[in-house]
């Protein structure tokens, strides 16, 4: 089972940056598709952000698009969600998950393999 680590969270206030970093070990990221989620207090799991293995497909939520970008560095085993003007909904606990296969829906149900989670929180 891949085993995948975030990191980067933290209070920021509205308007302010994070960078969010998933770490993948014991397998080799560059097979597999590799999106974020968020969830917030009360409400479902959501996707945020999605790439395909090679970077050449990438799915944003339209909450998102314009302010957040996702990438991934294979040599590193590595993916990164950048986050700009950051809001309060956008609060929320950021899950990295990786799949071997992605249908361009970067959805919830279409990943099977999931980190812990990083603690987003914006606000004054």
């Known amino acids: 089972q891949p085993q995948l680590v975030e990191s980067g969270g933290g209070l920021v206030q509205p308007g302010g940056s994070l960078r969010l970093s998933c770490e993948a070990s014991e397998f080799a990221l560059e097979y597999y598709a590799v999106g974020w989620f968020r969830q917030a207090p009360g409400k479902e799991r959501e996707g945020v952000a999605c790439i395909s293995t090679t970077g050449a497909t990438i799915d944003y939520a339209d909450s998102v698009k314009g302010r957040f970008t996702i990438s991934r560095d294979n040599a590193e085993n590595m993916a990164y969600l950048q986050m700009n003007s950051l809001q309060p909904d956008d609060t929320g606990v950021y899950y990295c998950?990786?799949?071997?296969?992605?249908?361009?829906?970067?959805?919830?149900?279409?990943?099977?393999?999931w980190g812990q989670g990083t603690q987003v929180t914006v606000s004054l």
């Open positions: 998950a990786a799949d071997l296969w992605y249908s361009n829906n970067c959805a919830v149900s279409d990943f099977n393999s």
